[in-house]
């Protein structure tokens, strides 16, 4: 996109300069063209002068220059500016798109596998009269240490026949995160 820009600035450059320091004269054949030159040819009779030769002014031409430098400068910022905020607008879309994907298998493993780890640490961390009895402790702890063992095994097991746990605990733990497949009910 930027380079069609430059292209186009590279063309008004070159239309706006002029070339011609002389009369320009226009004539008709004798088979009836019309012709452009900076000379007519001696045997052309109406040749007449279309474009004036003009005297070449330095302050003038100068002034010229720096007008269209500033034009084109100007329009060099805004090809700029267009393109910062396109490419501005084309990474908020990308951060847009990233946050609305769906996760991956693995980020799915990975996050359930992360919620069980904490389910573990969050109950190794509770006296013992929250489980019961020290067996009690052991299933639940042991329950959940099998799950992240099936969970990396076989994964689409794990997602889709979710294994329920009926453990007997005095009162129902705060919940430390949902489990994705709903497995591992207090």
Known sequence: MRSI????????????????????YTWVDENGV?????????????????????EYDESADEARRKKEQDQINSLIDEIEADDAREQAEEREMAKQAELNRKPTR??????????????????EEQPLEYFGSQRNKIVRIGYYHYQIQELMENPEKYFNQPASFEGNVKYPPPDVGGHASGAGGY
Do not use: C
């Open 106 to 123: 693995e980020e799915l493993i990975a996050a359930e596998k992360e919620r069980l780890e904490k389910k573990i640490a969050f109950l």
């Open 34 to 54: 019309r012709h452009y030159s900076d000379a007519p040819p001696p045997e052309a009779e109406d040749a007449r002068v279309v474009f004036p030769e003009y």
């Open 5 to 24: 820009r430059i292209l186009i600035i590279a063309g008004i450059i070159a239309f706006g300069i002029s070339a011609v320091r002389a009369d320009v």
